[in-house]
């Protein structure tokens, strides 16, 4: 029996893919913000008036949705203007910087990567420092992810993901599925080890190349 949906993996940097349902959830999670003019006809849809019609007051603090904020934010119009999340700003930068590793990033913001890639598409003089904290914080979990992912076969790691955001938590899950498949094929309960979809996929990319 087929699935009724195929997952659709996440996008990747500024765009979201909104075949994927990590990132139409990812898009649902909320900015801060402040209306820089009246907004007609959105009171309602964000919380802040009781008829369809009634439009938030220019100067209104905001909590909005990241694809209403994309859709919104204009740099020449200034309809609206998008503050940092707590986790992004300088503080918690200097905290990633120290060690990145303490911090419960399923806590603080489960899509901390991905969402923080999408607030490089506002205009903000600390997107720089932004980027480079999101780099290195996934370089210094990455090695203690799959540390742990081929090091605990047949432990109890909710403790563990728990802490995870869901990028990281993905490639704890592929991790594991790695090393069950090799121990797996190593007591000859599987016939041959395959190459993973991703390599396939690039191998024919590479021959259809090839063929132009």
């Known amino acids: 029996m087929s699935e009724a949906y195929f997952p659709v993996g996440p ?3 500024l765009e979201e893919n909104f075949l994927s349902l990590e990132d139409i959830m990812m898009s649902q999670e ?5 209306a820089e003019s009246t907004l007609p006809r959105l009171a ?7 008829g369809t019609g009634d439009a938030i007051p220019e100067g209104s603090k905001l909590e909005i949705p990241l694809w209403l904020a994309k859709g919104l934010h204009d740099s020449k119009r200034r309809i609206i203007s998008v503050e940092l999340p707590k986790i992004y700003k300088e503080a918690w930068r200097t905290v990633f910087s120290a060690d ?7 806590k603080m913001g489960p899509y901390y990567y991905r969402f923080g890639s999408q607030l490089l598409n506002f205009d903000n003089p ?3 420092e932004i ?5 290195q914080t996934f370089i210094s ?3 203690r992810i799959m540390d742990s992912s081929q090091n605990a076969y047949d432990e109890d790691t909710s403790v563990l993901v728990a802490r995870l955001d869901e990028l990281e938590r993905a490639l704890f899950r592929a991790g594991q599925k790695g090393l069950n498949d090799f121990q797996c094929w190593e007591k000859g309960h599987a ?5 993973s979809s991703l390599v396939q996929n690039y191998a024919k990319r590479k021959f259809t190349d090839m063929d132009g």
């Open 100 to 106: 990145a590793n303490v911090v419960d990033l399923h």
């Open 126 to 128: 600390e997107n720089p």
């Open 30 to 34: 909320k900015l801060p913000g402040r």
């Open 11 to 13: 996008g990747l940097g």
């Open 191 to 195: 016939s041959q080890i395959t190459a």
């Open 141 to 143: 979990r990455f090695r």
């Open 44 to 50: 309602f849809a964000l919380g802040q008036g009781a």
């Open 131 to 135: 980027a480079q904290t999101i780099l």
